[in-house]
């Protein structure tokens, strides 16, 4: 491979200027531009130049008007062996930028295509190949680096049109104001970017206040100063400065700017008062309110610290007057601050003083604080009454007598007028009052129990008007102190104790209760004070409750036991009330036994198999009762003759026999008010005294009901069967649903009770009882017999009367 051929001989033609002179003439390639041998070698067999040699870069002139141009020509020794083709790779060629650099692959001269920009692309790295023809490379790539110049195409610019700062006024020379910036895109390695700033121009705000010149500005750093004294916010409040930067030291392009100084203030002036004196008026008992203004002059800035009064208050021992400033427009505002009272005092008179809320500055003038003195003079007024004591507290014994003194003396008026005085509130009307004096009277008796009354206090609103009609209320709490009413009362009255072996006689646990209210009701204290209750005696356990137990051994019964209680009021209370212990046998519960089961616990009775035979038997017997019973009562309904009438049997006996009888109590055969034989009667025509009562829809009558303890009472009962429907087969399923509903309902007697229900078989031949009167076979009847049925039949006979 041929080497790469970099002599500093060489290298130092390359930095000439293409056609730099006619001495150059090898060829004509030669002299329009340079050229560089890259790959040379130094002879055959010779050793390759080192490759570390730097390649100097090719400087290209910004925007050049002369494009295309030729900027360098490389050659490769490989030209003396046959052909060689160049290609040129890198940004400005194939990657972006595209298209500013170009190579000629034959004779290997690269050229710039277009102006270029130092601004956007300060430099570019290219590299350069020699190929053969088929593109196998010849030589390893080298790289070339090509440095754009930069020209003063640019003016400096300042970062801001508009730049603000301030200064404080009497500022002396050399203060720094502010500082302003500017920046120029050329190189800032060359004097196209050497900036110089500098003042060309001042105005005043006011105008012309000033003529002197009173800012400068550093050439180089552009920072803005004070250049004389006179600074007096007072005499000019604003400068506008134009600004000027240009590059080549100030001597190139240029931009301009404007810089806007404030003056600012200090407090140099001290706030002064309008006037020396100042007279206000004030109402008496107002207070909160604002009774007059001050004001003050001061020329420094206003709305801020050096422009803001502070007030003071002096002679003023007891801190009736405040003063505040207003923000806007700096006036002292004076306020009453305690109530004034023109009886007392009619006039006021203190000292004001002023100062700004900022210091004076050591430059403002030496003088004493400005100061005015202040009358106020209290406007009378119509005063309200008042009473001495709100709410008015007044202790009352519950039991106090009517026309009592309660209170007096209760109200008085600052302006001495004539007071009148009435109840605005008396929802018991418990209380009277004197309309001349205010003296409050008891009108009626007091009851503790009033539902006004909470907490034992009772309220009530008395009102007072003077003679201007201004007026003023009070509330009157009436205490109620207990007293003691009421004497206790013992409870339980009656109640049973276990005695015998087999439970241990413990005693009656009993306390008192008592409608007073403490102090008067507890602790109690129980006595037996009657010759007859020595048999027994009371074991107190607390303050409430003693415990009734005999002093001996006891027959099984009832006793009653007088107990004396008394109560802890003052007088105390007593009563003599007489309980009724009852003395029983007890199970293993606790519970009382009665005379069978206390029979049955005892040693005496049977033993315990022969109990269990027994109700066995007894078991045994009722069933064999009701089977014939129910044997009998199918025997007869078939014994009914069809075609015949209902009440027509075939059996000879009465036919009384085949009328159920549901539980009649009445008097006898005469009694007809006990049982009525209208079949249509309704068992809810019976009147409220009447013996009857009846299982809950099914209007059948019953006997007075036990109570069940199997279920709660009250509870609602479940639906009963209707009436059945007309022309029934069979009411059997009738008599069932009810007997259902009767085993659910909570209202019915115990499951052991016997619910007697008739049952009239199938097939019957009427419908209702009502067919007996509509029957097709009424000709063919002959109700005679019913006249041989007694009293209780007549009226059934009457209705069938063939007459």
């Given at each position: 491979m041929?080497?790469?051929m970099?002599?500093?001989s060489?290298?130092g033609l390359?930095v000439?200027q293409?056609?730099s002179?006619?001495?150059?003439?090898?060829?004509?390639?030669e002299?329009?531009h340079r050229?560089?041998?890259?790959?040379?070698?130094?002879?055959?067999?010779?050793?390759?130049?080192?490759?570390?040699w730097i390649?100097?870069?090719?400087?290209?002139?910004?925007?050049s008007?002369?494009?295309?141009?030729?900027?360098?020509?490389?050659?490769?020794?490989?030209?003396?062996?046959?052909e060689v083709?160049?290609?040129?790779?890198?940004?400005?060629?194939?990657?972006?930028p595209?298209?500013?650099?170009?190579i000629?692959d034959k004779?290997g001269?690269?050229?710039?295509?277009?102006?270029l920009?130092?601004?956007?692309y300060?430099?570019?790295?290219l590299k350069?190949f020699?190929?053969?023809?088929?593109?196998?490379?010849?030589?390893?790539?080298?790289?070339?680096?090509?440095?754009?110049?930069?020209?003063?195409?640019?003016?400096?610019?300042?970062t801001?049109k508009?730049?603000?700062?301030s200064?404080?006024e009497?500022?002396?020379?050399?203060?720094?104001?502010?500082?302003?910036?500017?920046?120029d895109a050329?190189?800032?390695?060359?004097?196209?970017a050497?900036?110089?700033f500098?003042?060309?121009?001042?105005?005043?705000?006011?105008?012309?206040a000033?003529n002197?010149?009173?800012?400068?500005?550093?050439?180089?750093?552009?920072?803005?100063y004070?250049?004389?004294v006179g600074?007096d916010?007072?005499?000019?409040k604003e400068?506008?400065?134009?600004?000027?930067?240009?590059?080549?030291w100030g001597?190139?392009?240029?931009s301009?700017?404007v810089?806007?100084?404030s003056?600012s203030?200090?407090?140099?002036?001290?706030?002064?008062?309008?006037?020396?004196?100042?007279?206000?008026k004030?109402?008496?008992?107002?207070y909160?309110?604002?009774i007059?203004r001050?004001?003050v002059?001061d020329?420094d800035d206003?709305?801020?610290?050096n422009?803001?009064?502070k007030?003071?208050?002096y002679?003023?021992p007891?801190g009736n007057?405040a003063i505040?400033t207003d923000?806007?427009?700096n006036q002292?505002?004076?306020?009453?601050?305690k109530?004034?009272?023109?009886?007392?005092?009619?006039?006021?008179?203190?000292?004001?003083?002023?100062?700004?809320?900022?210091?004076?500055?050591?430059?403002?003038?030496?003088?004493?604080?400005?100061?005015?003195a202040v009358l106020?003079?209290?406007?009378?007024?119509?005063?309200?009454?008042?009473?001495?004591?709100?709410?008015?507290?007044i202790?009352v014994?519950?039991n106090?007598?009517?026309?009592?003194?309660l209170?007096s003396?209760?109200?008085?008026?600052p302006?001495?007028?004539?007071?009148?005085?009435?109840?605005?509130?008396?929802?018991?009307?418990?209380?009277?009052?004197?309309?001349?004096?205010?003296?409050?009277?008891?009108?009626?008796?007091?009851?503790?129990?009033?539902?006004?009354v909470?907490?034992?206090?009772?309220?009530?609103?008395?009102?007072?008007?003077?003679?201007?009609?201004?007026?003023?209320?009070a509330?009157?709490?009436?205490?109620?102190?207990e007293?003691?009413?009421?004497?206790?009362q013992?409870?339980?009255?009656?109640?049973?104790?276990c005695?015998?072996?087999?439970?241990?006689?413990?005693?009656?646990?009993?306390t008192?209760?008592?409608e007073?209210?403490?102090?008067?009701?507890?602790?109690f204290?129980?006595?037996?004070t009657?010759s007859?209750?020595?048999n027994w005696t009371?074991?107190?356990?607390?303050?409430?409750h003693?415990?009734?137990?005999?002093?001996?051994?006891?027959?099984?019964?009832e006793?009653?036991?007088?107990?004396?209680v008394?109560?802890s009021?003052?007088?105390?209370?007593?009563?003599?009330?007489?309980?009724?212990v009852?003395?029983?046998?007890c199970?293993?519960?606790?519970?009382?036994?009665?005379?069978?089961?206390?029979?049955?616990?005892?040693?005496?009775?049977?033993?315990f198999?022969?109990?269990?035979i027994?109700i066995?038997c007894?078991?045994?017997?009722?069933?064999?009762?009701?089977?014939?019973?129910?044997?009998?009562?199918c025997?007869?309904?078939?014994?009914?003759?069809?075609?015949?009438g209902?009440?027509?049997?075939?059996?000879?006996d009465?036919?009384r026999?085949?009328?159920?009888?549901y539980n009649?109590?009445?008097?006898?055969?005469?009694?007809?008010?006990?049982?009525?034989?209208d079949?249509?009667?309704?068992p809810?025509?019976a009147?409220p005294?009447s013996?009857w009562?009846?299982?809950?829809?099914t209007g059948?009558?019953?006997?007075?009901?036990?109570?069940?303890?199997?279920?709660?009472h009250n509870l609602?009962?479940?639906?009963?069967?209707?009436?059945p429907?007309?022309?029934?087969?069979d009411?059997?399923d009738?008599?069932?649903?009810?007997?259902?509903?009767a085993d659910?309902d909570?209202n019915?007697?115990?499951?052991?009770?016997?619910?007697?229900y008739?049952y009239?078989?199938?097939?019957?031949?009427a419908?209702?009882?009502?067919?007996?009167?509509?029957?097709?076979s009424e000709g063919d009847?002959?109700?005679?017999y019913?006249?041989?049925?007694?009293?209780?039949?007549?009226?059934?006979?009457?209705?069938?009367d063939p007459?």
């Amino acid at each position: 491979m041929a080497m790469w051929m970099l002599m500093s001989s060489v290298l130092g033609l390359l930095v000439c200027q293409v056609c730099s002179s006619a001495e150059h003439h090898h060829n004509e390639a030669e002299q329009d531009h340079r050229t560089l041998y890259l790959w040379r070698n130094q002879g055959k067999g010779m050793m390759r130049v080192k490759r570390d040699w730097i390649i100097p870069p090719i400087r290209v002139s910004e925007n050049s008007r002369y494009v295309p141009e030729d900027l360098v020509q490389i050659k490769s020794d490989k030209i003396f062996s046959g052909e060689v083709i160049y290609k040129l790779e890198g940004p400005g060629v194939d990657q972006e930028p595209k298209n500013l650099f170009e190579i000629d692959d034959k004779t290997g001269v690269i050229r710039s295509k277009r102006p270029l920009d130092r601004e956007q692309y300060s430099s570019f790295t290219l590299k350069a190949f020699a190929l053969s023809p088929s593109g196998e490379r010849l030589e390893n790539p080298t790289t070339i680096e090509i440095v754009v110049l930069d020209q003063n195409d640019n003016k400096p610019v300042f970062t801001h049109k508009q730049f603000f700062g301030s200064v404080s006024e009497f500022s002396v020379p050399g203060t720094l104001v502010m500082s302003v910036l500017a920046t120029d895109a050329d190189d800032p390695m060359t004097e196209n970017a050497a900036l110089g700033f500098s003042i060309i121009g001042q105005d005043s705000i006011p105008p012309n206040a000033v003529n002197k010149t009173m800012f400068g500005i550093n050439n180089q750093t552009g920072a803005i100063y004070t250049r004389d004294v006179g600074l007096d916010r007072e005499v000019v409040k604003e400068f506008k400065l134009k600004l000027r930067v240009a590059d080549m030291w100030g001597d190139g392009l240029h931009s301009d700017a404007v810089a806007i100084i404030s003056v600012s203030d200090i407090n140099n002036h001290a706030p002064q008062f309008r006037a020396a004196s100042y007279s206000i008026k004030a109402l008496e008992n107002s207070y909160n309110i604002e009774i007059g203004r001050v004001s003050v002059t001061d020329r420094d800035d206003p709305g801020t610290g050096n422009w803001e009064a502070k007030y003071t208050i002096y002679n003023d021992p007891y801190g009736n007057f405040a003063i505040q400033t207003d923000p806007v427009t700096n006036q002292g505002i004076m306020t009453v601050v305690k109530p004034l009272d023109y009886e007392v005092k009619r006039e006021h008179n203190f000292i004001l003083t002023v100062e700004n809320v900022n210091p004076l500055s050591s430059k403002a003038p030496n003088l004493p604080l400005s100061s005015a003195a202040v009358l106020v003079t209290v406007v009378n007024e119509n005063e309200a009454p008042y009473f001495k004591e709100n709410p008015i507290r007044i202790e009352v014994p519950e039991n106090e007598i009517p026309g009592k003194l309660l209170k007096s003396n209760i109200a008085s008026d600052p302006d001495h007028s004539e007071l009148r005085f009435q109840i605005s509130k008396d929802p018991e009307g418990w209380l009277d009052i004197d309309r001349d004096t205010g003296n409050i009277f008891l009108r009626r008796s007091l009851n503790m129990k009033s539902p006004h009354v909470k907490n034992n206090i009772y309220s009530a609103v008395i009102m007072v008007t003077d003679a201007g009609g201004v007026s003023a209320s009070a509330t009157v709490n009436i205490i109620l102190e207990e007293t003691n009413d009421f004497p206790p009362q013992v409870r339980p009255l009656s109640s049973f104790l276990c005695t015998g072996d087999s439970r241990a006689t413990s005693g009656l646990l009993m306390t008192a209760v008592d409608e007073d209210r403490p102090p008067h009701a507890a602790p109690f204290s129980f006595l037996i004070t009657d010759s007859l209750s020595l048999n027994w005696t009371v074991n107190k356990v607390n303050d409430t409750h003693t415990v009734l137990s005999p002093t001996v051994d006891l027959e099984a019964g009832e006793y009653a036991v007088t107990v004396w209680v008394t109560d802890s009021g003052s007088p105390s209370q007593s009563a003599l009330t007489q309980v009724n212990v009852t003395l029983c046998h007890c199970d293993s519960y606790g519970d009382c036994r009665s005379e069978s089961g206390a029979f049955l616990a005892s040693s005496v009775g049977i033993s315990f198999i022969a109990l269990i035979i027994i109700i066995a038997c007894g078991a045994l017997l009722l069933v064999l009762l009701f089977l014939a019973v129910a044997i009998n009562a199918c025997g007869k309904r078939h014994h009914i003759r069809k075609g015949s009438g209902l009440l027509v049997g075939e059996s000879e006996d009465d036919v009384r026999d085949n009328v159920l009888n549901y539980n009649e109590q009445g008097g006898g055969e005469e009694d007809e008010n006990a049982f009525n034989i209208d079949l249509l009667w309704n068992p809810r025509d019976a009147p409220p005294t009447s013996p009857w009562s009846f299982y809950p829809g099914t209007g059948l009558p019953q006997s007075k009901q036990p109570l069940r303890k199997d279920a709660p009472h009250n509870l609602p009962s479940p639906t009963y069967p209707r009436r059945p429907p007309a022309d029934p087969t069979d009411i059997e399923d009738y008599i069932n649903e009810g007997l259902e509903a009767a085993d659910n309902d909570p209202n019915v007697p115990p499951y052991d009770t016997a619910l007697i229900y008739d049952y009239e078989g199938e097939g019957s031949v009427a419908g209702s009882l009502s067919s007996i009167a509509s029957s097709s076979s009424e000709g063919d009847q002959d109700y005679d017999y019913l006249n041989d049925w007694g009293p209780r039949f007549q009226k059934l006979a009457n209705m069938y009367d063939p007459r």
